[in-house]
C-alpha cells in the first residue's frame, strides 16, 4: 500500500524557513513525479514544485520560483532515498497554507502538473507564518 506522509509543518515568523519532508513507501519504480501542493482554507490547491525522481529534474511555480527548492534524498539507502524535500526560504505570511505531497508513478513531470494529475496524496502538513 502506498504511503505518503509529510511532515516538517509548524509556525514561522516571515522571513524564515522551514523544510518539509515527504517520506514515501509501498511503491519500487524510482521513476516518478513527486510534487508539492499547498491549499490555503477557501481557496483552491496550488501547485508549488515537482521533481522526477528519475533525472532530478525540478519544476517550480512562478510564485515561488527562487525561494522554493525541491530535492529527494540521494542516499544509496533505500528506505530514506524515497524522501522529497520542500525548502521554503524568506517565507511570508501569504504562504500559510497547508502543504501537500503527491506522487505520479512512472512518469516524468515535464512540468509542476496539474494537481489531478497525480494519484496519491500525503495527509498534508501545516504552515503558518506570521508578520
Known amino acids: 500500500q502506498v504511503q505518503l506522509v509529510e511532515s516538517g509543518g509548524g509556525s514561522v515568523q516571515a522571513g524564515g524557513s522551514l523544510r518539509l519532508s515527504c517520506a514515501s513507501s509501498g511503491y519500487i519504480s524510482d521513476r516518478n513525479c513527486m510534487g508539492w501542493f499547498r491549499q490555503v482554507d477557501g481557496k483552491e490547491r496550488e501547485g508549488v514544485a515537482a521533481i522526477s525522481t528519475g533525472t532530478d529534474y525540478a519544476y517550480y511555480a512562478d510564485s515561488v520560483k527562487g525561494r522554493v527548492t525541491i530535492s529527494q534524498n540521494n542516499t544509496r539507502n533505500m528506505v530514506a532515498k524515497n524522501t522529497v524535500y520542500l525548502q521554503i526560504d524568506s517565507l511570508k505570511p501569504e504562504d500559510t497554507a497547508t502543504y501537500y505531497c503527491?506522487?505520479?508513478?512512472?512518469?516524468?513531470?515535464?512540468?509542476?502538473?496539474?494537481?489531478?494529475?497525480?494519484?496519491?496524496w500525503g495527509q498534508g502538513t501545516r504552515v503558518t507564518v506570521s508578520s
Open positions: 503527491a506522487a505520479l508513478f512512472n512518469r516524468p513531470c515535464l512540468g509542476v502538473r496539474d494537481g489531478s494529475d497525480y494519484t496519491h
